[in-house]
């Protein structure tokens, strides 16, 4: 059985700094590509980042580049999501997903944790 089971939210203020970790199992971790998504209340889910199963290819939604950060540990099947700077728009459930190749689009993605909650205070 595959499971995805995220870590790492709560209540922060914005400036500040947070590391999410999703911790895998029950799937060969090193041949999927992984993926962050969030979903603000009232929104849809937004692609956030995505890492390629070797770690070496990294994709980042647009409008989020640059204060977001995807990492993985194969040995520990651990992926990773550092964010920076956080702002109150920040504030959504995160969910990591799995995927057969790198992607961007939600469709890609086979299996999906139940999600963290980022909660950014102003």
């Known amino acids: 059985q595959v499971q995805l089971v995220e870590s790492g939210g709560g209540l922060v203020q914005a400036g500040d700094s947070l590391r999410l970790s999703c911790a895998a199992s029950?799937?060969?971790?090193?041949?999927?590509?992984m993926g962050w998504f969030r979903q603000a209340p009232g929104k849809e889910r937004e692609f956030v980042a995505a890492i390629s199963w070797g770690g070496t290819s990294t994709y980042y939604a647009d409008s989020l580049k640059g204060r977001f950060t995807i990492s993985r540990d194969n040995a520990k099947k651990m992926v990773y999501l550092e964010i920076n700077s956080l702002k109150p728009e920040d504030t959504a459930v995160y969910y990591c997903?799995?995927?057969?190749?790198?992607?961007?689009?939600?469709?890609?993605?086979?299996?999906w944790g139940q999600g963290t909650q980022v909660t950014v205070s102003s």
């Open positions: 997903a799995a995927a057969l190749t790198i992607s961007g689009d939600f469709d890609g993605y086979r299996f």
């Open positions: 029950g799937l060969t971790f090193r041949s999927y590509a």
